[in-house]
């Protein structure tokens, strides 16, 4: 094992280390003396002594650093600071013993440091030292030493190179970070590490370890999410069960639904004008500029809405006429404060008399339009005087930055429109099951169908890859299309999610109870005048499995041995049981008997019997009871979310071709010969003969599954979803064969006629259950409305009993049998309406209602604006 270099211990180095201690303080002395008494010494030789004084002092500070480092295995900082002290150090020979020393500590730490490079691989560097260190001392036993393992390929790995000593600490430090991501939990982060050590090296078995850990930490995490999402999913099969509570409905009004604030343009001038109220107005003999400057001025005073004074009141100008003639007879004829001349300037008509009390700003207007044969127009900064006979109105042009969807959100999305006549859910003209969307209407119409107005001139057209509205109309109109961009600009992205659940719940119980006597004929005199059951006649048969025949090894009379054997001296023959009481006639007992054969009715079981054998009969009762429950509890429940507006369609389902038409079956005209039945030994005398049974030639396909179909449209106040929909569930139930087998006569071979089958001949034609809602109607966001439904209660009752005997008090039961069915089913459906963001969350939080305001109300989250409003 090498050892780490040391410094000697030898007496020279002690007295070398003597000198160095006390030769600062001799010089510094020596140099003081001198100085102070202004010596042969000139000022140049002083400053040499003082340079090379601090000099020493320097080189003694960097050679005990120098020994410090050395001393915590830092040996390229020790060699680092033994050279600087070697060069700091005068050239003198008063501190040769300091260099000496200095020499020997550069020597054993460069030696040390050549011994480092070597374990590293940097052969190169830890040679040079070597070498640098028997330059000065050529008998240096640990360089000669440094250099003999450099070359002893035992000790010194040829291949190691310090690119190679590198990589292993940086593996060694990427293994420890990736187990700390590990432990930290963050497989991701620790996977990724250990793909960088791979790269580093390739064939590292704990990088492998520790990557195969992170994926059984990811698997066993995986195995929880797919527990937690399987448990989920089925909590929420669970949940849908659920039928929720709605909360009480009151006639407060969300304060949020009001129109938007105006504060600008020629809707922001209208307000003011009905708003702002003229406390007393007399005009006698004044012209109109009076009239409205003094408008002007009350306005200003009298607007109280705006804040800001500088857009305190109503700016008003008069405009002369355009042309030279009014355009109207009338008018032009009418100089009782009309016009009076085709250019006479409407400020300077007169108002003879005009007495108001508080009436609004626009009614005073009004007043004085009427008195002067003038009228107003509404700009965007100011209210406009013209004479009545113009007609006209500036157009100007205006865009508008819209959504994309902004057609949708504006009524484009219901397609043809509400006046049309046409069901949206209708198939197409071909008859299959394919839908279109109608065509959306123009940004016209659309605009037209929100209170726009468009005179002539005016259009709009909005550009969808711009998502720009460019709209040439009045500023009036201008304003109010600006409105209605800002309101729908400042919606949320809404749209609404459609949930349907059909649920059906069906229960059948049937409770019967009765008694069955097999009495055989027993002697009641010497004259053998005997006693037993009756017989079957219309009843219902029974046979032996019904009875109890063999008791010890003894057969009873009456009970046949062979199976099948239908029994006779029955008591309570006419007494009806089991199959024979409840009578399920529907088209289930069709789709279950597909051969169309005859079915026989089964008794219901025995639970106990009460057998008396005597020497020539024997009596036995059956006691039969039967309590059953069936129940069938079936919830579909399609959703589907769309945009407000527009249609959406979602379908899942499975397509079912079935066929339509049969070809006839084929019979050959003539027979010749025999037909054989091979190893059943029979054989018909007409010969054999092919038959084509009834052959299908044409399919049809038929969609069964979910189909739903909606068209929701979110009212004004976000709080109401208007709703048309169409759901439809459609299920396989069956076939019902409408063939018949085709037969042939034939003998066995004891010559017997019999009839053989030769071919089924199925003619079969499915059968489907449909369950589906046409309807509209409005729903509050959040709520659930049940649209239709159907209960049903079929019961059955059957009360039998044996003449006289079934009327004896309490004995009589004996000789009753009492069955009771009842099915009951419920089919409800249900729709729930439910207003999300683009984030597929519920604008309201989730299950929580808002709170609005007004009163004690304003706390109750349960409360909800009128549907009017």
């Given at each position: 094992m090498q050892k780490t270099p040391t410094h000697r211990t030898r007496t020279t180095a002690a007295a070398l280390m003597a000198v160095a201690a006390v030769m600062p303080v001799a010089l510094t002395v020596a140099n003081a003396g001198e100085g102070s008494y202004g010596g042969g010494y000139s000022s140049l030789a002083q400053k040499e002594m003082i340079r090379r004084q601090n000099a020493v002092a320097?080189?003694?500070?960097?050679?005990?650093?120098?020994?410090?480092?050395?001393?915590?295995?830092?040996?390229?900082?020790?060699?680092?600071?033994?050279?600087?002290?070697?060069?700091?150090?005068?050239?003198?020979?008063?501190?040769?013993?300091?260099?000496?020393?200095?020499?020997?500590?550069?020597?054993?730490?460069?030696?040390?440091?050549?011994?480092?490079?070597?374990?590293?691989?940097?052969?190169?560097?830890?040679?040079?030292?070597?070498?640098?260190?028997?330059?000065?001392?050529?008998?240096?036993?640990?360089?000669?030493?440094?250099n003999d393992w450099l070359d002893d390929p035992i000790r010194t790995n040829p291949a190691l190179t310090y690119e190679h000593t590198e990589n292993v600490d940086e593996v060694r430090r990427k293994l420890y970070t990736a187990e700390g991501n590990y432990d930290l939990g963050k497989y991701d982060e620790a996977h990724r590490v250990y793909e960088d050590v791979?790269?580093?090296?390739?064939?590292?078995?704990?990088?492998?370890?520790?990557?195969?850990?992170?994926?059984?930490?990811?698997?066993?995490?995986?195995?929880?999410?797919?527990?937690?999402?399987?448990?989920?999913?089925?909590?929420?099969?669970?949940?849908?069960?659920?039928?929720?509570?709605?909360?009480?409905?009151?006639?407060?009004?969300?304060?949020?639904?009001?129109?938007?604030?105006?504060?600008?343009?020629?809707?922001?001038?209208?307000?003011?004008?009905?708003?702002?109220?003229?406390?007393?107005?007399?005009?006698?003999?004044?012209?109109?500029?009076?009239?409205?400057?003094?408008?002007?001025?009350?306005?200003?005073?009298?607007?109280?809405?705006?804040?800001?004074?500088?857009?305190?009141?109503?700016?008003?100008?008069?405009?002369?006429p355009r042309g030279g003639a009014s355009g109207d007879a009338g008018l032009d004829a009418d100089s009782g404060g009309g016009l009076g001349g085709a250019a006479q300037d409407p400020g300077s008509l007169r108002i003879d008399q005009l007495s108001l009390r508080n009436v609004p700003l626009a009614e005073a207007l009004k007043y004085i339009c009427d008195k002067t044969k003038l009228r107003y127009k509404v700009d965007e900064f100011a209210v406009t005087l013209v004479p009545a006979t113009e007609t006209d109105e500036d157009l100007f042009t205006r865009s508008f930055r819209v959504p994309p969807d902004f057609l949708s959100k504006l009524g484009g999305g219901s397609g043809a429109g509400e006046d049309s006549g046409d069901d949206p859910f209708a198939p197409d003209a071909g008859g299959g099951t394919t839908r279109t969307l109608a065509p959306r209407k123009s940004e016209t119409q659309l605009l037209s169908d929100n209170g726009v107005k468009f005179p002539e001139g005016a259009s709009a057209k909005f550009f969808a890859g711009s998502s720009t509205l460019l709209v040439r109309n009045t500023p009036t109109n201008l304003d109010l299309i600006e409105q209605i961009v800002s309101q729908l600009v400042g919606d949320t992205p809404k749209q609404v999610k459609i949930s349907t659940k059909f649920v059906e719940i069906s229960q059948e119980n049937t409770d019967e109870l009765g008694f069955d006597w097999l009495v055989s004929p027993f002697g009641l005199s010497a004259n053998q005048v005997f006693l037993g059951g009756g017989t079957i006649g219309s009843g219902m048969v029974r046979t032996n499995a019904d009875f109890i025949s063999p008791v010890d090894g003894v057969n009873i009379p009456g009970v046949p041995a062979s199976s099948g054997t239908n029994v006779t001296d029955i008591v309570t023959g006419g007494l009806r049981s089991g199959d024979g009481a409840i009578n399920r006639n529907s088209i289930d007992a069709v789709l279950n008997n597909p051969n169309r054969n005859a079915q026989n009715a089964n008794p219901a079981p025995g639970i106990a019997a009460l057998t008396g054998l005597f020497s020539d009969s024997q009596v036995q009762l059956i006691m039969r009871g039967l309590a059953q429950k069936k129940g069938t509890d079936l919830m579909t429940a399609p959703s589907i979310t769309a945009r407000s507006g527009e249609k959406a369609l979602i379908e899942i389902i499975r397509e079912f071709i079935y066929p339509t038409e049969y070809e006839p079956p084929e019979l050959p005209n003539s027979i010749g010969g025999g037909i054989s039945t091979g190893g059943l030994g029979l054989s018909s005398g007409g010969g054999s003969f092919p038959v084509t049974p009834a052959t299908p030639t044409s399919f049809e396909t038929r969609n069964t599954g979910v189909t739903l179909e909606i068209e929701p449209t979110i009212g004004g106040n976000d709080f109401v979803i208007d709703l048309r929909f169409a759901p439809d569930i459609v299920e396989f139930e069956g076939f019902v064969n409408y063939g018949s087998p085709i037969q042939s006569p034939a003998t066995d071979f004891l010559g017997n006629p019999v009839t053989v089958i030769i071919t089924e001949n199925r003619i079969e034609m499915p059968v489907f259950s449909s369950r589906r809602v046409t309807t509209a109607l409005t729903?509050?966001?959040?709520?659930?409305?049940?649209?239709?439904?159907?209960?049903?209660?079929?019961?059955?009752?059957?009360?039998?009993?044996?003449?006289?005997?079934?009327?004896?008090?309490?004995?009589?039961r004996l000789f009753q049998s009492r069955s009771e069915n009842r099915i009951k089913s419920n089919l409800i459906i249900f729709v729930t309406a439910q207003i999300i963001d683009a984030t597929g969350r519920p604008i309201r939080g989730g299950d929580a209602l808002p709170t609005v305001g007004g009163g004690d109300a304003g706390s109750d989250p349960s409360v909800l604006p009128e549907l009017g409003n």
């Open positions: 320097e080189s003694d500070r960097l050679r005990d650093e120098g020994r410090e480092a050395y001393a915590k295995g830092d040996y390229k900082q020790a060699v680092d600071k033994y050279r600087e002290a070697l060069q700091v150090l005068p050239d003198a020979p008063m501190v040769q013993d300091r260099r000496t020393y200095l020499t020997q500590l550069l020597a054993d730490g460069s030696t040390a440091l050549g011994d480092n490079y070597r374990k590293l691989g940097k052969y190169d560097e830890a040679r040079q030292l070597a070498d640098d260190v028997l330059a000065v001392d050529a008998n240096n036993a640990d360089a000669k030493r440094l791979l790269r580093i090296d390739p064939y590292n078995k704990a990088a492998r370890r520790g990557m195969e850990k992170v994926a059984q930490a990811r698997a066993d995490y995986y195995r929880a999410a797919y527990d937690q999402t399987r448990a989920h999913l089925l909590a929420e099969v669970d949940k849908a069960w659920e039928l929720s509570v709605p909360p009480l409905i009151t006639d407060q009004i969300d304060p949020g639904t009001g129109s938007p604030n105006v504060t600008g343009g020629a809707t922001y001038i209208l307000n003011k004008l009905k708003n702002i109220t003229i406390p007393v107005i007399n005009f006698e003999d004044t012209s109109v500029e009076e009239a409205i400057d003094f408008l002007r001025l009350r306005s200003i005073e009298l607007d109280t809405q705006e804040i800001d004074p500088t857009r305190k009141g109503i700016n008003f100008v008069i405009r002369k729903i509050y966001d959040g709520y659930t409305v049940a649209v239709g439904g159907l209960m049903r209660e079929d019961v059955q009752t059957v009360e039998d009993k044996v003449p006289i005997l079934g009327d004896i008090p309490v004995v009589g």
